[in-house]
């Protein structure tokens, strides 16, 4: 869990999409351990609550493709709260698939995720924002696999670079209430890691050909997540703030007979 000791969101009402395991939750137990109150939904309840210090985050059980579940979620911060500040629209993800064989119903759900849904959910918590004289935060979580070729995975690359334009976009339209920010995550060891790296020596080599020489994890994002969502980023809208511990070293680096890696 991330030491956030210097952050202050004590009053402030935090919704985290896919807020109960992986980055979601680690962003979740971010802005719990500075004071937020924190709503956190995804469609199957978390295996342990998700809790900082005794306090809890309140669960919502929603599928963030469905109008009416998103339309509850934010309805139930509001009365509960009453008043919605931050909004991560965390949820997101798609297994790896041959982009020559995925179906059109599974690209349509992955985009449906991963683009559509913070795209709804913004519009759900834009009126309450927009109603409170501090207006509200939007963080949405991207990926490297919107920067570069994603190979097994061409419409979660797609929707990503989308939720960069979307950022882009109503950074200009809705401020300056509302302030939103693209986080662009690198590569990450969360509980599915093995799914695209494998063992414990795969995430190992991995990590070697990261500038900073390792995965991340999810507080490297949550930290930064608690910046932008804080009045020090009070200058900060429609950016995007790639958090990938400075990228993966080109391969020909490592494909080069020449001098290049001694110059």
């Not at 004071?35 to 309140?58: H, W, Y």
């Not at 509960?80 to 041959?98: E, F, K, M």
């Not at 969360?190 to 390792?214: K, M, P, S």
């Not at 020909?252 to 890696?261: F, I, M, N």
């Amino acid at each position: 869990m991330a030491q956030n000791l210097s952050f202050d969101f004590k009053n402030s009402c935090v919704i985290v999409t896919g807020g109960t395991k992986g980055l979601g939750r680690g962003i979740a137990e971010a802005f719990l351990s500075t004071g937020a109150s924190v709503l956190v939904c995804a469609r199957n309840a978390p295996d342990e609550p998700v809790t900082v210090a005794g306090k809890d985050a309140l669960f919502v059980p929603a599928d963030v493709r469905n109008p009416d579940d998103v339309q509850r979620v934010t309805d139930t911060a509001v009365e509960t709260y009453g008043r919605i500040d931050v909004l991560v629209n965390n949820a997101g993800g798609a297994p790896p698939v041959s982009s020559s064989e995925a179906s059109p119903r599974f690209n349509e759900r992955v985009v449906a995720l991963n683009l559509l849904a913070p795209i709804m959910f913004s519009q759900a918590v834009y009126p309450t924002m927009m109603s409170q004289d501090t207006g509200g935060v939007i963080l949405n979580i991207a990926s490297v696999a919107a920067l570069r070729p994603n190979p097994f995975g061409v419409a979660y690359g797609a929707a990503k670079a989308g939720l960069i334009n979307v950022s882009e976009t109503l950074s200009v339209e809705w401020a300056p209430k509302i302030r939103v920010l693209t986080v662009t995550a690198g590569l990450l060891v969360t509980e599915n890691a093995h799914l695209f790296y494998g063992d414990e020596e795969g995430i190992r080599q991995v990590g070697e050909t990261i500038a900073l020489g390792r995965m991340g994890n999810p507080e490297d994002i949550a930290d930064v997540c608690l910046f932008l969502a804080s009045p020090m980023a009070k200058w900060m809208t429609g950016a995007n703030i790639k958090v990938h511990g400075g990228g993966e070293k080109p391969a020909y680096l490592d494909a080069s007979t020449g001098d290049v890696k001694s110059a």
